[in-house]
Nanobody, 119 residues
Framework: QVQLVESGGGSVQPGGSLRLSCVAS????????MGWYRQAPGKQRELVAS???????NYADSVKGRFTMSRDDAKNTVYLQMNSLKPEDTGVYYC?????????????WGQGTQVTVSS
């Protein structure tokens, strides 16, 4: 069982920046994919950024050019640098990881961290 713990959320004005962190209790290198999702009030959870093992990060169109996902495998940590934040970026941000083992997919979620962008 892998536990994911996010941190770094908070309140910021439009145009501001935040950096989210997600620390995994196990090796993120063993995961097929690491990602960040968000859920705004009254909306479905949506993919923000995804990083497949051995591949490159990819982003939702709404955050391209503003958000950057990075990872430190030695620290079992992934980050989401969020710049030029907009009110529509408000929501709970979740760290996600999944892996295949014995033909089964195992998915893990963090508890979420609140991001509020408001003037």
């Amino acid at each position: 069982q892998v536990q994911l713990v996010e941190s770094g959320g908070g309140s910021v004005q439009p145009g501001g920046s935040l950096r989210l962190s997600c620390v995994a209790s196990g090796s993120i290198f063993s995961m097929n994919n690491m990602g960040w999702y968000r859920q705004a009030p009254g909306k479905q959870r949506e993919l923000v950024a995804s990083w497949p093992n051995g591949g490159d990060a990819n982003y939702a169109d709404s955050v391209k050019g503003r958000f950057t996902m990075s990872r430190d495998d030695a620290k079992n940590t992934v980050y989401l640098q969020m710049n030029s934040l907009k009110p529509e970026d408000t929501g709970v941000y979740y760290c996600n990881a999944w892996r295949y083992s014995d033909y089964k997919r195992f998915t893990y979620w963090g508890q979420g961290t609140q991001v509020t962008v408001s003037s």
